[in-house]
């Protein structure tokens, strides 16, 4: 045996196959194009979705219809340009990390010193860039564990 020939990965205790996630993605109207990576960056991997056609946020609200919360991507990222092999093929490899940072039109900075605290102690257990007032722990690659 040479061990899986798929594409199936174990994330947090459950078996994911990205390229069901992909064809969720795809189905929902208004996505030209999508794809899925487990990316590593934070230590554990996590489920990354890189999408074309609409916003993310509305995809992820569609998305959570169609899919346990277990596969639901911990990133989300708008694309408008493909890396590309010389091939023609999609590069996934040249996708780009998750930058965490909140978008620049919805963040909202903390108002106080206990909205500071808790921006600081998400950030810390996130570890993905500046955490807004309006910011949800689990759209931004939080899950059980790391509450």
Excluded at 18 to 26: D, F, M
Excluded at 102 to 113: F, G, I, K, L, S
Excluded at 122 to 133: A, H, R
Excluded at 137 to 146: A, E, I, M, P
Aim: proline content about 7%; some cysteine.
């Amino acid at each position: 045996f040479l061990g899986r020939t798929d594409d199936q990965v174990k994330i947090r205790g459950y078996r994911i196959e990205p390229g069901e996630i992909e064809a969720a993605l795809i189905s929902i109207e208004g996505v030209r194009e999508a794809a899925v990576t487990v990316r590593t960056d934070s230590g554990e991997p996590e489920l990354c979705a890189y999408i074309e056609g609409l916003r993310r946020n509305e995809v992820r609200a569609q998305l959570e219809r169609l899919l346990p919360g277990y596969m639901i991507p911990a990133y989300m990222i708008e694309m408008e340009q493909w890396p590309v092999t010389p091939s023609g093929k999609l590069d996934r490899n040249a996708l780009p990390a998750p930058g965490g940072a909140a978008d620049a039109e919805t963040y909202t900075a903390p108002r106080n010193v206990t909205e500071m605290k808790l921006s600081q102690l998400w950030e810390d257990v996130l570890k993905n860039g500046p955490v807004g007032i309006h910011d949800n722990f689990f759209d931004r690659g939080g899950h059980s564990l790391k509450a």
